[in-house]
């Protein structure tokens, strides 16, 4: 495995805190995939990923069985996208609780940090990929249309994968 740049781990970064709401996926006991949305509480410098949850989720009990996760990252407005590959740890660290709280978290958790069933997950990515275009959708409707009028190959941007 390839030692991660400073600038890939940026570049993952940088997506991540863009983006924040992702589609996290975890595998069942009996294979099925699961995926609902997440907000990301914070993301690390060595990449790691930080999440509230409710530890009677259902989530809670995937992770506890099989600790791989897929978390998708998309933002259609500025045509970036994220998947993100890890291992997924459970974590009742009322210290680091209290770092990454915001007061929306009471959507969530109305008693605060006091809830008694209030977990963090942990994601340490293992690999990332990431696609992002070079331009608004009026500029690639066009480099699309271009494309297709010249005969040459569409440009899309940006396209990079990250081992970890």
Same mark, same amino acid.
């Given at each position: 495995?390839?030692?991660?740049?400073?600038?890939?781990?940026?570049?993952?970064?940088?997506? %991540?805190?863009?983006?924040? %709401?992702?589609?996290?996926?975890?595998?069942?006991?009996?294979?099925?995939?699961?995926?609902?949305?997440?907000? &990301?509480?914070?993301?690390?410098?060595?990449?790691?990923?930080?999440?509230?949850?409710?530890?009677?989720?259902?989530?809670?009990?995937?992770?506890?069985?099989?600790?791989?996760?897929?978390?998708?990252?998309?933002?259609?407005?500025?045509?970036?996208?994220?998947?993100?590959?890890?291992?997924?740890?459970?974590?009742?660290?009322?210290?680091?609780?209290?770092?990454?709280?915001?007061? &929306?978290?009471?959507?969530?958790?109305?008693?605060?940090?006091?809830?008694?069933? %209030?977990?963090? %997950?942990?994601? &340490?990515?293992?690999?990332?990929?990431?696609?992002?275009?070079?331009?608004?959708?009026?500029?690639?409707?066009?480099?699309?249309?271009?494309?297709?009028?010249?005969?040459?190959?569409?440009?899309?941007?940006?396209?990079?994968?990250?081992?970890?």
């Amino acid at each position: 495995m390839s030692e991660v740049t400073k600038d890939q781990m940026e570049k993952v970064k940088d997506l %991540i805190e863009d983006i924040d %709401i992702n589609f996290f996926t975890t595998k069942e006991a009996n294979g099925k995939l699961r995926g609902r949305p997440m907000s &990301t509480a914070k993301v690390e410098e060595d990449g790691s990923l930080w999440f509230f949850t409710n530890e009677y989720s259902g989530k809670v009990a995937e992770i506890s069985h099989n600790n791989e996760v897929y978390l998708t990252y998309a933002s259609q407005g500025s045509s970036k996208y994220l998947v993100v590959h890890g291992n997924a740890e459970l974590s009742d660290d009322k210290a680091k609780m209290e770092e990454l709280w915001t007061p &929306t978290m009471k959507v969530w958790f109305p008693d605060g940090l006091e809830d008694p069933k %209030i977990l963090l %997950i942990k994601v &340490t990515p293992t690999e990332a990929e990431y696609w992002e275009s070079a331009s608004n959708k009026i500029m690639m409707v066009y480099g699309m249309a271009k494309a297709l009028l010249t005969g040459e190959k569409y440009e899309e941007g940006k396209h990079g994968k990250v081992s970890m």
